[in-house]
């Protein structure tokens, strides 16, 4: 076992109260550091009428507080709050929470998505393509600004930054915008990098393959693992480990790169 020095370092993971974001705030808060869960709660007039058509369950509150709770039982420190990413208002004020509770941002992870069911060519629209880049593309690229312009009043000296791709991002017919929207992020993870590089802040991209968060059906999880050379669809622990390895010391001379975590799915 590595020591991946992130005691007491301050994380904020977007869309973390369940799959992959959940185990990774998790995982975080194994290695000791101070985890903050940002969660979309979804009005529930919205929810009703159906405005939001989505691939994944949208979790709300209650598993906010459930992921608290039991990374607390664990006598780790986490917190969670609240916010619409597609807002851009939302952003700064996530940051305050944060920083009210436990500090400056030390390690950011831009996990929350959005990604709409169909997304094809087929049936595109001018608001399905707004809704999913908001979130995936815009949300992404002002909390990165936001962290950068806070590391930099503050004078940071450990600044990490993990995005979230798919390893499918170059070529997704069937989720043609969620696609795109994440191969979007890939430029911009290259771009800032080197920005944001001579402040001693690393800017990584994960990819993931197919992952099992609830929403592959037991025909569908046979037809990925087919694809898949490890011979298994991934589990959100599988990311989450990948993502605190870039957050950790060992990674410090890691920026700037697109990995897969996908058990060579779509090499």
Known sequence: MIDTQLKDKVVLVTGANHGIGAATAKAFSAEGAAVAI?????????AAAGTYKLLHEIKGRAAAEALVGEIEERDGRAIFVAGDLSDPLTIPSLFDHVEQAFGGVDVLVNNAAHCEDPDTIYTTSAGSIDRTFAVNVRATVLLIAEFVRRFQQRRGTYGRIINLSTDAAQSFAGQISYGASKATVEAFTRSIAREAGPLGITVNTVAPG????????????????????????????????????????????LTGNVIKVSGGHCL
């Open 210 to 253: 197919p992952v099992q968060t609830g929403y592959l059906t037991p025909h569908r999880e046979e037809e990925q693992r087919q694809l898949i050379p490890l011979g298994r669809v991934g589990r959100p622990e599988d990311i989450a480990d990948a993502i605190v390895f870039l957050a950790s010391k060992q990674a410090r001379w």
């Open 38 to 46: 940002h969660y979309l709660q979804v009005p529930r007039a919205d």
